[in-house]
Every structure is written in C-alpha cells, then in structure tokens.
C-alpha cells in the first residue's frame, strides 16, 4: 500500500532539545515530512543529531537551514526568537508557515510578527509537555501523546495554516486548543509557571541549610520535596526566559499566592483547623479533577 503523502515538505527545527528531538522523532516515525533539517548552533547536538538519525541534514546556520521550508519551528529558549525572526524573516519562502514551541505566547507574538512578511503564516504554539532532561538523548516520540498543545494565531491568520500545524500536533497525540495569547499566559502562569517558581524556591532553601542539616534533607527527601527536586530540574536557561517574557501574568499570580499563604499562616498560628481543613478540601477536588481529565 502506498505511503500517505507527508503533511509538509521540507520541515526545519530550530533547537534539538527535548521538544524540538522529540518532535523530530514524531515526524521521522509516521512521514510527517519529506526532508527533515535540524538547525542547532551547538555542533555536538548536531553531531548527536546525525548520529540518532533524527533530520537529513543538520546545520549551524538558521539562514541557510530556513531555505526552501514550508514548516519552520523554533525549538529554542523564547528570549532568542526576536533574533532568530530578524535573521530568517527575510528568506522565509512564501507560503512558509513559522511556528514554536515557547511556554509564552504574548512576547513570543510580539517578537516574531514584525518579521514575518507578507504570504508567510504566524501559527505560534505550546506543546504542555516535557520533562526534566534535556538535549537530543532526552527526547522520545511518544511525550506529547494524550497531552494538550495550545496554538494561539494571530486574528487573520490563514484557517488552512492553522489546520497544518494542529494536524502535526495531533499526529504527535496530542488534544489541540487555539486562545488568545494573553489567555494562555494567564493559564500557563497558574498551571506551569509559578509552580516552577515555587520549586526552584523550596528546592533552593536546601542550599542555604547548614552542612548536617543539608545532607538529612536529601537523605530524607519525602515524595513531596522529591516532586519539588524534579520540578527544579528544569532547564535553567528556559525558564529565565519564561519568567522574564511572561513576568505580568507571574507577578499578578505570585501576588495572589502571597495573600493564600498569608491566609495559611494566619490560620495555622491561631490554631484555625476549620479554615485549614476548608483550603485543603478545595485543593484535593482540584486535584480530583485533574486525574478526571487524565492530566495526572
């Protein structure tokens, strides 16, 4: 039986981490392209690259990598995506849809639109999914499946761009949801962001313990630090950049967290358990419905 056409013809990833090696592997699974290049300025993940098979051809040059493409998804942290817009934009073939990956959508729109000319389609987007690892050993095609992705196009972008890239997405797995880009940060900063800041917070307390103490801690790690630990594992480059390109929605949430804890304190230092047992209570059915969606 003759093999389906591919959804793309020439599709470039910018960033072989993870998510850009992950959805390689997706993409070399099922045929999704007919030539596949990886882009990366590092020549040990291209090397790497090569060597697992991930592309047909792997290049250092974003510029020469982007030729041709009708599918371009950047892979790397946001903050470098005003650059990597300015350097591609112009050699960006009409047609070309520029898509990403980024935990932000507002500055990732803001960052890449002013160089995305005339007959080339913005398809920004999130694939909620990952883990602590990172670099092309780490990723594996089967992370984004039963996960959501989020794609929040500009208002006018062409209906038939954004079927493209949901199509992708759905053949990796995944559940696909389109919003406005302020939305998702809104959604993101209370779902992934903060709770990132928390752990890198809690996680960091360990270093400023003295050196008995310290030790007892990682010796004695419960379940729920040991969430915290692998939370903070995170790369630390993504996550500067998340947090300085979504820093509103963070601070606007960070600020509610300070008036819950406050709460939390005020209740436990007047032996307030009614209060507790209520806050904890509507945390556990939150909880309850996570597991319902099979988000656990």
């Known amino acids: 039986m003759a093999r389906a056409r591919p959804l793309f013809r020439r599709v470039v990833i910018v960033g ?4 850009g090696s992950s959805l390689a592997r997706v993409i070399r699974r099922d045929g999704l392209a007919g030539e596949l ?20 051809r792997a290049l250092a040059d974003p510029v020469k990598a982007v030729r041709g493409a009708d599918l371009v998804m950047l892979c ?9 817009a300015a350097a591609i934009g112009p050699k960006l073939a009409r047609g070309a849809i520029l898509s990403d990956v980024g935990s932000v959508k507002g500055a990732v729109v803001e960052a890449l639109a002013p160089h995305v000319r005339r007959g080339v389609h913005l398809v920004p987007g999130h694939p909620i ?3 602590e690892n990172s670099g092309p050993e780490a990723g594996f095609a089967d992370l984004f499946a039963g996960r959501w992705c989020i794609l929040t196009p500009p208002p006018g972008t062409d209906a038939r761009a954004v079927d493209r890239v ?18 998702h940060d809104r959604v993101l900063a209370i ?7 928390i752990a890198y917070t809690i996680v960091n307390m360990v270093s400023d313990l003295e050196s008995t103490m310290r030790a007892e801690v990682i010796k004695f790690a419960a379940s729920g630090f040991r969430d915290f630990t692998r939370v903070a594992g995170s790369d630390p480059t993504m996550w500067r950049d998340i ?3 979504n820093k ?31 806050v904890f209570s509507r945390a556990r059915q939150v909880r309850r419905g996570i597991v319902q969606a099979r988000q656990a």
Request: glycine content about 8%.
């Open 16 to 19: 072989l981490g993870l998510i």
């Open 37 to 56: 290049v990886a882009c990366d300025a590092s020549a040990a993940v291209r090397e790497k690259v090569l060597e697992l098979g991930l592309a047909d």
């Open 76 to 84: 790397t942290p946001v903050l470098s995506f005003g650059a990597l």
């Open 129 to 131: 999914a990952g883990t």
């Open 166 to 183: 949901a199509a992708l997405w759905r053949k990796a797995g995944m559940e696909i949801a389109v919003m406005p880009p302020a939305h």
């Open 191 to 197: 779902t992934s962001h903060v709770p990132h800041l």
């Open 243 to 245: 947090f300085l390109s």
């Open 248 to 278: 509103d929605a963070v601070l606007e949430m960070t600020g509610r967290l300070y008036e819950d804890i406050a709460l939390l304190q005020k209740s436990i230092r007047h032996d307030d358990g009614e209060t507790l047992h209520k």
